[in-house]
């Protein structure tokens, strides 16, 4: 039972590329969701999905699109990336409807833009 | 609009203190809120969740209480050692969307040996 896994852990890129980010949950959870954690700024919620087919703008969306491409795997991708998308992205997935609400995080995808 | 704030941004103490990190939300109608620990460099692992019916979670030597009416919420580590060193977060649901969780900035916290 791995839980949250992302890939990559690390990657820079140059301004205007493009790549996807990877995440994928073994626990069976309806939920997952994208963050990204900037110095000062906490983790702030870039989009989730609610359940399989959905998917939802959070709190800093621009500039990112997602797919949720089944259950396990939710993908976030940059189209051009710009250096403000610099920052460490976490992936989380969350059992709804349980009563049990907590999330839980993969390791983290580290990227720059340069 | 759900806000949570930590205090103090940073925290040293001796090990075998016992210490108090407080966590303040601004929306009290909230169905959980739940702490968790992040080491450098890794990612968010889950401490505690606090059900809004309860006033209190307990794990080992950490204990985590919950106060809606006053919005507030403090994690408690007794007889802290040096492998507590970590930063913090607390983070509650938004207002209107239980789903999505705002987070605090986190208490970094330093145990000295």
């Known amino acids: 039972n791995a839980g949250v896994t992302q890939t990559p852990k690390f990657q820079v890129l140059k301004t205007g590329q493009s790549m996807t980010l990877q995440c994928a949950q073994d626990m069976n959870h309806n939920s997952m969701y994208w963050y990204r954690q900037d110095p000062g700024m906490g983790l702030r919620l870039i989009y989730y999905?609610?359940?399989?087919?959905?998917?939802d703008k959070g709190e800093v969306p621009n500039g990112y699109n997602v797919s949720r491409l089944n259950k396990r795997e939710f993908s976030l991708r940059l189209e051009s990336a710009a250096p403000s998308q610099t920052s460490v992205y976490f992936c989380?997935?969350?059992?709804?409807?349980?009563?049990?609400?907590?999330?839980?995080f993969g390791p983290g995808t580290r990227l720059t833009v340069t | 609009k759900q806000e949570v704030t930590q205090i103090p941004a940073a925290l040293s103490v001796p090990e075998g203190e016992n210490l108090v990190l407080n966590c303040s939300f601004t929306d009290s109608a909230i169905y959980n809120l739940q702490w968790f620990r992040q080491d450098p460099g890794k990612g968010l692992t889950s401490l505690l969740l606090i059900q809004s019916s309860q006033r209190e979670q307990t794990s080992g030597r950490l204990n985590a209480s919950l106060d809606k009416s006053s919005g507030r919420s403090t994690l408690y580590i007794a007889a802290s050692q040096p492998g507590d060193s970590a930063t913090y977060l607390c983070a509650a649901p938004s207002r209107g969307a239980t789903n999505k969780l705002i987070f605090g900035t986190g208490t970094l916290l330093a145990v000295q040996p």
């Open positions: 989380a997935s969350r059992n709804q409807g349980t009563g049990s609400y907590e999330q839980y």
């Open positions: 999905s609610a359940s399989e087919g959905t998917t």
